[in-house]
């Protein structure tokens, strides 16, 4: 509890146009050891001195030249935030129901009639700074709290984006044994999606995402998903199962970021003009993000050897997915892809020296090869 010492720290602001009241307010609050007190007779210079001094009390009169008791307390209640419990007294010769309800109703926490006693006076002071002080105390208390479970929650997102992280690289070693296939399709989606004003948050939850497209490959047999040759018929139908097999591993998540991984494992592999899987949607209906990603994805792949396919020129690589807008992919993602690569400087070249780096390292044992992309 706050000890009597504290509370004589406090700042005590209290107005009154007649100056003996002023006085005895003064002497009352000093012999009771407060030290930090502003006197003032006109009702006007209470509101800036409340913002400059941030008083924890205020004692006001009713009746007073320049402006109403009431109107200063409506006034001065304007400048507090809703969480700050500001106690004002009123002092007052004016004892009515109604001017102590209207007092109350408009923010004062007490009410007192005059002639007042020095008793009353020190015993009501103590009682509203105590309170205020316990109001303090909660709210740091909260706010420690508060930041308690923001720290907390920022541990588990960043557990949880590890997690991630490493269930795309699992995907990515069963494919393609090394390389940053993952990480470069998220960042080529995070371009993709700022160039087409997605928004920040949107942006950073599509970088995020989008290396968890390939997810489900970890559910499909060695057998298919190794095989050096091209698939057959029957072995592509298992490959596309790669698409539900990853929503499904990311279904029913409770954060952002599940829920867009899972919407991009499901539609990467749609079509603009209908001729994708697994749903054949077509145009807008697939979602943006899994229009992004298809292009980014496909891009990649090209411009990086794969056992059943040499790596392509860049030229190559981007001359075709222009050739693709409007059937592969969406028209804007591909406009959108071209102004990227013209306006990132040094990008194309970074990609064109990891995909070297990538098959020096010997990043490409065998792989699906009708995967799609």
Known sequence: MTQLRELQEATILFVDDEEVNVLLLRRILERQGYRDLIAVNDPLEVPDLVLERRPDLLITDLHMPGMHGLELISRVMEQRSEDDWFPIAVITADATEEAEAEALRRGAKDFIAKPFKATQIRLRVENLLRTRFLHQALRVH????????RERTRDLETARLDLLERLALAAEYRDYVTGRHTQRVGELCGLL???LDLGPARTELLRRAAPLHD???IGI????????????????ATMREHVDVGAALLAEGQSDLMILAERVALTHHERWD??????GLRGDEIPIE???VAVAD???????ERPYKP????????????????RWFAPRVVEAFLNVLAETPGLLDRLEAESRADAAAGGTLPAATNSGA
């Open 142 to 149: 909260a706010d420690h709290l508060e930041e308690k479970v």
């Open 193 to 195: 999606a700022d160039r």
């Open 215 to 217: 997810v489900g490959k």
């Open 221 to 236: 047999p060695d057998a298919i998903l190794l095989k050096p040759g091209r698939l057959t018929e029957r072995e592509f």
């Open 274 to 279: 209908g001729s994708g899987y697994p749903r």
């Open 290 to 292: 899994g229009q992004i």
């Open 298 to 304: 496909v891009f990649d792949t090209l411009i990086n």
């Open 311 to 326: 790596a392509w020129p860049i030229e190559k690589a981007v001359a075709e997915v222009r050739r693709q807008s409007g």
